[in-house]
C-alpha cells in the first residue's frame, strides 16, 4: 500500500475515530490498557452474546498510532467470533512482530505492516490489542 | 552560553528536556574519568594515598553544595542518589518517626509524584491527612491560599521550590516564615530550582531542601539531602550498613556514626559526587543569576512567538524560569513530540510526573519544553518554525 494512503487512513481513524464514546452500560465489559513507556491511556468496553463480538466501544487518551489502531481494530472485530477475533489478533500481532501472517483477513489494519521499522511506536499499534485480549482470555 | 563545553551538542540535537536531566560539559565527564583512572579507591578508608585523596575530592564537594546552598554546616549535607531518595529519607526517615494520626501535611498538586507517593504512604501507614493548597489562576501558591489550608494540625509544608509543569518560583521564604510560626516544618523540593537560582538556605529558612545532580550538569545518581543539623540529628537512618556505623555487636549494641556518615550508607557514587563538584564550580563561574536571567529571556523570546500561533495552547502562560508547557491544537502531546524529533528537537511529552496536576488544570498532558544555559534563540526560532504549520504536523507525525 502506498505511504500516504496509509498515512491518510491512519489520519482519518485517528481524527474520527470509531465507537470513541463513553459507556454507561453494564452489559458490556470494560478493560484499561495502558503503555507503561509512554502516556497512552485507554478505556475499551466490549460487549459479547452468545460467543459474538456484538460492540466495542473506547475511551482515553492515546497518540495517533494507538488511536487509529483501535478505531480499525474495532472495525475488524465488530462481528466476529470470539475464535475469529483471537485469530485476527493473532495475525495482526505477528505482522507488528515480523512474523509470517494472512494479510487477507487483516483489511485495513495492514496499514501497520512497516511499524515494525519503527521499533518505539510498535507498542502504540498493539496497544488496543493488549486489552482487548485481556478481556477474550478471561471471558467463559 | 558555553555550547562549546558540551560535546553532546555536537550530535545535531536541539536539546529542550532540561526539565528531566541536563547535558554534561567536558569538565564533568573529565573528572568522572580522573577518578575512575587516576584514585579509583573507596571513600572513608584513609589508609593509602588514593584513597586518602578520595576522601578528599568526595569531602570536597560537600563544602562545595555548603557553600553553593550557604548551609551553615557541612554536616548538613548528606549524598543521596538523588531527589527522590532524599525525599523518601527525609520523609520516612525523620516524618514517618515524628507525625501521628491526625497531623496534616499541605503539598500541592502540581506537585512530582516523589513528593507526593511518599506522603500517600504515610497516610497509609499512619493515618496522616494530606491537604492541597489551592492554586491561583496562574496556578501559582499564594500565602493567601496557604492560610485558607493551615489549621491547628497542620505539621509540614512540603511544596516544589519550582514546579516542573509550570515552572512558577513558591515563596519559600514566606511559607517558612508562616509555617514556623505555628510550629510546623516546611520541606523543599529544590529540583527544578536549585539548577537555575541561587539558592540560600538560611535566608529561606526551609528545613529541609532536596535536589538532584543530573539535573544541573552532574552526574546521574547523586542527589543531595540537606537538613537543619539539629533535625537531621532526629533523621532515623532507612538504610543500614556500612560506612555508617561505629559498632555493633548485638541488637542492643548498634552504635552509629555522626552526622553526614550516619546517612550515607553502604558506597556511595563516588564518581558522581567528585564531579558534582564540578558542576558546582561551572555554574559558579557562569553565575546563577545570569543563568536564570539567559532561560527568562529566552523563555519570553520563544512565548512572544508561539502566542502568535493560533492552534498553540500555552498551558503555563506566566512563569518565572524556564518552563513552556503547550499543546498543539487537537494533536496529542506525544505525536507532537514523535514530530519534533524528527528534526532532532528533544521535547517531552506527557504529565511530567505530576499526575495530580491534571484534576486541577483539566489538561492532562502536554509538550513540555525546559531550557537551559546553552539553549539558543536560533533554537528558539527553529522549534517555532516546526511548529508554525498545523498541516505539516498532521502530515509527519506518523
Not at chain 2, 529558612?205 to 538532584?212: E, G, Q, R, T
Not at chain 2, 491544537?329 to 528537537?345: H, P, R, T
Not at chain 2, 484534576?359 to 536560533?378: A, D, H, P
Request: aromatic share 8%; with cysteine; net charge negative.
Amino acid at each position: 500500500m502506498d505511504e500516504n494512503l496509509k498515512r491518510e487512513i491512519m489520519l482519518e481513524n485517528y481524527m474520527h475515530p470509531l465507537n470513541k464514546e463513553v459507556v454507561n452500560d453494564n452489559t458490556y465489559i470494560k478493560v484499561n490498557t495502558n503503555n507503561e513507556s509512554c502516556i497512552d491511556n485507554l478505556d475499551i468496553y466490549l460487549k459479547i452474546e452468545n460467543n459474538v463480538i456484538k460492540d466495542i466501544k473506547f475511551m482515553g487518551e492515546a497518540c495517533a498510532i494507538s488511536t487509529s489502531s483501535t478505531s480499525i481494530m474495532i472495525k475488524n472485530l465488530i462481528g466476529k467470533t470470539i475464535k475469529e477475533a483471537k485469530e485476527y489478533i493473532t495475525n495482526f500481532e505477528n505482522m507488528v512482530e515480523e512474523k509470517n501472517y494472512d494479510s487477507n483477513i487483516l483489511n485495513e489494519a495492514i496499514v501497520y505492516n512497516e511499524i515494525y521499522k519503527q521499533n518505539n511506536r510498535k507498542h502504540c499499534a498493539l496497544l488496543p490489542y493488549v486489552g482487548i485480549k485481556k478481556i477474550l482470555d478471561n471471558y467463559q | 552560553m558555553n555550547r562549546e563545553d558540551f560535546p553532546m551538542l555536537k550530535n545535531d540535537i536541539v536539546y529542550l528536556d532540561n526539565g528531566a536531566t541536563t547535558l554534561k560539559p567536558y569538565c564533568v565527564i573529565e573528572k568522572t574519568t580522573e577518578y575512575y583512572e587516576k584514585y579509583s579507591a573507596n571513600a572513608h578508608r584513609g589508609d593509602y594515598d588514593i584513597s586518602y585523596k578520595v576522601d578528599m575530592e568526595y569531602e570536597n564537594t560537600r563544602d562545595l553544595v555548603r557553600k553553593f546552598i550557604n548551609a551553615k554546616h557541612k554536616e548538613e549535607i548528606i549524598f543521596t542518589s538523588g531527589a527522590t531518595d532524599s525525599l523518601n529519607k527525609i520523609i520516612f526517615g525523620f516524618f514517618g518517626k515524628y507525625l501521628e494520626e491526625g497531623d496534616e501535611v499541605i503539598i500541592s498538586i502540581s506537585e512530582h509524584a516523589s513528593n507526593v507517593l511518599p506522603w500517600f504512604k504515610l497516610a497509609n501507614e499512619l493515618g496522616i491527612v494530606i491537604k492541597y493548597v489551592p492554586l491561583d489562576d496562574n496556578l501559582y501558591v499564594t500565602i493567601d491560599n496557604l492560610k485558607k489550608v493551615i489549621t491547628n494540625k497542620t505539621k509540614v509544608i512540603s511544596l516544589a521550590h519550582i514546579t516542573n509543569v509550570i515552572g512558577d518560583v513558591r515563596p519559600i521564604k514566606e511559607i517558612c516564615k508562616l509555617a514556623h510560626s505555628i510550629d510546623a516544618f516546611v520541606v523543599v523540593d529544590a529540583s527544578q530550582s536549585a539548577p537555575h537560582m541561587k539558592i540560600d538556605v538560611q535566608d529561606l529558612d526551609c528545613d529541609f531542601l532536596a535536589f538532584s545532580a543530573h539535573k544541573m550538569l552532574g552526574p546521574t545518581g547523586v542527589g543531595v539531602l540537606y537538613g537543619k543539623k539539629e533535625l537531621l540529628e532526629n533523621l532515623e537512618p532507612t538504610t543500614y550498613g556500612g560506612g555508617m556505623n561505629e559498632s555493633f555487636d548485638s541488637p542492643d549494641e548498634i552504635y552509629l556514626k555522626e552526622l553526614p556518615a550516619r546517612l550515607e550508607a553502604g558506597t556511595p557514587n563516588i564518581a558522581g559526587v567528585i564531579a558534582f563538584g564540578e558542576a558546582l564550580k561551572y555554574l559558579e563561574n557562569i553565575g546563577m543569576d545570569n543563568i536564570l536571567a539567559h532561560e527568562q529571556k529566552l523563555r519570553k523570546y520563544l512565548i512572544d512567538k508561539l502566542i502568535k500561533i493560533p492552534h498553540i495552547d500555552i498551558i503555563n502562560l506566566e512563569s518565572d524560569s524556564g518552563i513552556v508547557a503547550f499543546n498543539v491544537d487537537g494533536i496529542f502531546s506525544q505525536d507532537v513530540a514523535y514530530y519534533l524529533n524528527k528534526y532532532n528537537f528533544c521535547v517531552r511529552a506527557g504529565s511530567h510526573c505530576a499526575k495530580i496536576l491534571k484534576k486541577g488544570v483539566g489538561v492532562t498532558n502536554t509538550c513540555r519544553v525546559s531550557i537551559y544555559l546553552y539553549n539558543t534563540e536560533s533554537e528558539m526560532d527553529n522549534l517555532v518554525e516546526l511548529l508554525k504549520d498545523k498541516e505539516k504536523i498532521l502530515k509527519e507525525m506518523l
